[in-house]
């Protein structure tokens, strides 16, 4: 009969095994606060995404001398961008489809429907604030400035609404 020797110096001891999982738990609990960010990434990307609709529809307004807005659908958490007088949507310059954004999938919504009204100079009658809210609880605000059309981004937090 073959007896089986084992080496002693092969494999891990359980002291070692508990350090290894210990190790493991730390370093999972110090990493979780990066990956909590995602949603406050996710609703600052589509605010810069918003804002930037908001400048493509004042430019809109201003190079084709044609009233244009920006309509936002609190239902369908979704936006769009028509020629103000006849509804027209205004068409995406690169892909040439009309210019639909739809943030539901990214978590983010509104609490009522809004429009921004461009005239064909490019000005806004009344200042407009749009408050952005994702699921998970953070804030931002877009606000338009009446007369210029100026776009800021702020943080809802600092700010009293």
Not at 21 to 41: E, N
Not at 65 to 80: F, H, I, K, N, Q
Request: glycine content about 8%; aromatic content about 6%.
């Amino acid at each position: 009969m073959k007896r089986t020797t084992y080496d002693l110096e092969s494999g891990m001891t359980l002291v070692e095994a508990v350090v290894v999982v210990t190790l493991l738990g730390v370093l999972s609990v110090a990493a979780a606060p990066l990956f909590s960010g995602a949603d406050r990434v996710a609703l600052w990307r589509a605010s810069r995404g918003l804002a930037s609709d908001l400048r493509f529809a004042q430019e809109h307004a201003m190079q084709y001398g044609v009233a244009t807005a920006l309509e936002l659908d609190a239902a369908s958490s979704s936006y769009r961008i028509v020629e103000s007088a006849t509804g027209r949507p205004v068409l995406d310059p690169l892909l040439g489809t009309p210019l639909v954004v739809d943030l539901g999938a990214s978590g983010v919504s509104w609490p009522d429907d809004r429009r921004v009204d461009y005239t064909s100079s490019g000005t806004v009658a009344t200042a407009v604030a749009i408050p952005l809210q994702h699921e998970s609880g953070d804030r931002l605000v877009i606000d338009v400035a009446a007369e210029s059309g100026f776009v800021v981004i702020e943080d809802d937090a600092e700010a009293t609404r």
